[in-house]
């Protein structure tokens, strides 16, 4: 069993595993750069900005994605599907 050093470390694990947030799933590899290929295309609905990272929100088919940029190289896609 993996050993976290920090509570965001261990929380990221459980919404990544589908305990916390069952309806959301992080986008890894191959899925993630094409989701974010087709994305790229569309006009975020909504955006946030905490300032010390960007949020853009998108709708694509029955499903939403949450796109959140860290840095210029560092984002992760967040798919969330409706209840």
Same mark, same amino acid.
Request: glycine letters at 4%.
């Given at each position: $069993?993996?050993?976290?050093?920090?509570?965001? *470390?261990? %929380?990221?694990?459980?919404?990544?595993?589908?305990? +916390?947030?069952?309806?959301?799933?992080?986008?890894?590899?191959?899925?993630?750069?094409? $989701?974010?290929?087709?994305?790229?295309?569309? *006009?975020? %609905?909504?955006?946030?900005?905490?300032?010390?990272? +960007?949020?853009?929100?998108?709708?694509?088919?029955?499903?939403?994605?949450?796109?959140?940029?860290?840095?210029?190289?560092?984002?992760?896609?967040?798919?969330?599907?409706?209840?």
């Amino acid at each position: $069993m993996p050993v976290y050093k920090t509570k965001e *470390e261990a %929380y990221d694990f459980l919404v990544k595993a589908g305990i +916390i947030r069952p309806n959301e799933r992080t986008l890894e590899g191959e899925e993630k750069r094409s $989701m974010f290929l087709i994305l790229s295309l569309l *006009e975020p %609905y909504k955006q946030t900005n905490n300032q010390r990272f +960007i949020t853009d929100y998108f709708k694509y088919g029955d499903k939403e994605y949450h796109v959140t940029f860290f840095d210029a190289d560092n984002f992760e896609v967040t798919e969330v599907s409706p209840l």
